[in-house]
T-cell receptor, first 116, second 115 residues
Framework: AQSVAQPEDQVNVAEGNPLTVKCTYS??????LFWYVQYPNRGLQFLLK??????LVKGSYGFEAEFNKSQTSFHLKKPSALVSDSALYFC??????????????FGKGTKLSVIP | DVKVTQSSRYLVKRTGEKVFLECVQD?????MFWYRQDPGLGLRLIYF???????EKGDIPEGYSVSREKKERFSLILESASTNQTSMYLC??????????????FGPGTRLLVL
């Protein structure tokens, strides 16, 4: 079984400050990890993913995420938050060791509010 | 760019009605997915499909069915709508290319209200 936890329902950060949105995962094999963003009244947009390789992954809009195997975490980060980053963020995981299914398991989402 | 479109942004139906939600993608993707999104519950997979006329149950298939007669189109059917099916419905697609299957592209969503 695979699961994802996003421990914070909401994160507030001042514009220009660094932001972190937390995600921890559980899989029996190798994790494939993803971050998606949802702007108001829109579908989800892919931000970045970790499959293998460097633990620090860079994605769209200046976001990055660090894969930490020992802590089973994949936190999303940005050095300087923008008001336009305000959105709902979803972490997702797939067990990369499994054959056949490409099914992702999503977290419950974290609402990020960047305050001007 | 991949484009995934959904037939309606907002839909209001009565309890007991049969409801069709349509999803079309224009990138020749093999994989297509239907999710529902509810506050505090995140996204939950209803059904998915790897190929034409093929379907697999997701985590919450009860009360739903799907149809995939053409590669680009994946329909979600509520046979008899109930108030607990009021939700945001999201369609997604992904290519059957190693390393890319899990990167899903989402449509804008259909917000369904069942009265």
């Amino acid at each position: 079984a695979q699961s994802v936890a996003q421990p914070e329902d909401q994160v507030n950060v001042a514009e220009g400050n660094p932001l972190t949105v937390k995600c921890t995962y559980s899989v029996s094999g190798n994790p494939y990890l993803f971050w998606y963003v949802q702007y108001p009244n829109r579908g989800l947009q892919f931000l970045l993913k970790y499959i293998t390789g460097d633990n620090l992954v860079k994605g769209s809009y200046g976001f990055e995420a660090e894969f930490n195997k020992s802590q089973t975490s994949f936190h999303l980060k940005k050095p300087s938050a923008l008001v336009s980053d305000s959105a709902l963020y979803f972490c997702a995981v797939r067990d990369g060791s499994g054959a056949g299914s490409y099914q992702l398991t999503f977290g419950k989402g974290t609402k990020l509010s960047v305050i001007p | 760019d991949v484009k995934v479109t959904q037939s309606s942004r907002y839909l209001v139906k009565r309890t007991g009605e049969k409801v069709f939600l349509e999803c079309v993608q224009d990138m020749d993707h093999e994989n297509m997915f239907w999710y529902r999104q509810d506050p505090g519950l995140g996204l939950r997979l209803i059904y998915f499909s790897y190929d034409v006329k093929m379907k697999e149950k997701g985590d919450i298939p009860e009360g739903y069915s799907v149809s995939r007669e053409k590669k680009e189109r994946f329909s979600l059917i509520l046979e008899s709508a109930s108030t607990n099916q009021t939700s945001m419905y999201l369609c997604a697609s992904s290519p059957n290319i190693p390393g890319q299957q899990e990167t899903q592209y989402f449509g804008p969503g259909t917000r369904l209200l069942v009265l």
